[in-house]
């Protein structure tokens, strides 16, 4: 097969809504998506929600770390965080160094550059 790609195996996640949900409650949806099946599960990483209503605002990586020890095998991470700004990438990359050290190869970082509902409320351009 000279040069070609093998594709990759398909993996199914189960995305927690962060921005709408309390923490305990997103714990319970993340072991029933363990319990069904699901091979990765990401979270927003939202300083302020979506939502007007019931909304939520958690810290994802505190989150991650709870979800991490408490359910086994799954992958968890961000979608995404932001590596200008509201988070330095020295930092980024120390707490997901740490999470990986306690849970290898099952945390994962999407990065973004941010924006404004997530920045200004930090005192951000």
Known sequence: MGGLLMPLPIQYGYRVEAERYQ?????????????????FIPTGDQFHSWF????????SWSWMS???ALI?????GTIVSSCIGRYHPGLLAQA???MDVMFPGRIFLA???GEAMNETPLGYP
Not at 72 to 76: D, G, R, S, Y
């Open 23 to 39: 923490p305990d409650i997103l714990l319970e949806y993340a072991k029933l998506a363990y319990y069904a099946g699901f091979e």
């Open 52 to 59: 007007h209503n019931r909304a939520a605002s958690q810290f």
């Open 66 to 68: 709870a979800a991490a």
């Open 72 to 76: 086994p095998k799954v992958k968890f």
């Open 96 to 98: 997901f160094a740490t």
């Open 111 to 113: 990065l973004g550059t």
